[in-house]
Nanobody, 121 residues
């Protein structure tokens, strides 16, 4: 069993900052990638930021220069620092992880429960 647990989020005024944390635990052999998606009401889920085991980073164009994802390999964790927040960043943010639970076979996808981020204008 693997669990992905998020923390952080909340309500902030436009221009403010928030941090989201996410940690994976359980039967983990190797993590391929971790990151964050978000989903606003009436919109499709979109990738916000990710980092893979090779150290590659990926950001949505809408958050480049404002959001930073960092990883802690020892803790199987990632953190999303969000600065200069805008009302359009309001969404439920979901952490995900692509994890091998055994040395062989394929990796599986695991998701957190989601955390609300609300940016007021």
């Amino acid at each position: 069993q693997v669990q992905v647990v998020e923390s952080g989020g909340g309500l902030v005024q436009a221009g403010g900052s928030l941090g989201l944390s996410c940690a994976a635990s359980g039967n983990i052999f190797r993590i391929v990638a971790m990151g964050w998606y978000r989903q606003a009401p009436g919109k499709q889920r979109e990738l916000v930021a990710s980092v893979n085991s090779g150290g590659g980073y990926n950001y949505a164009d809408s958050v480049k220069g404002r959001f930073t994802i960092s990883r802690d390999n020892a803790k199987n964790a990632v953190r999303l620092q969000m600065n200069s927040l805008k009302p359009e960043d309001t969404a439920v943010y979901y952490c995900y992880a692509y994890i091998y639970t055994t040395p062989q076979g394929n990796w599986n996808e695991y998701w957190g429960q989601g955390t609300q981020v609300t940016v007021s204008s």
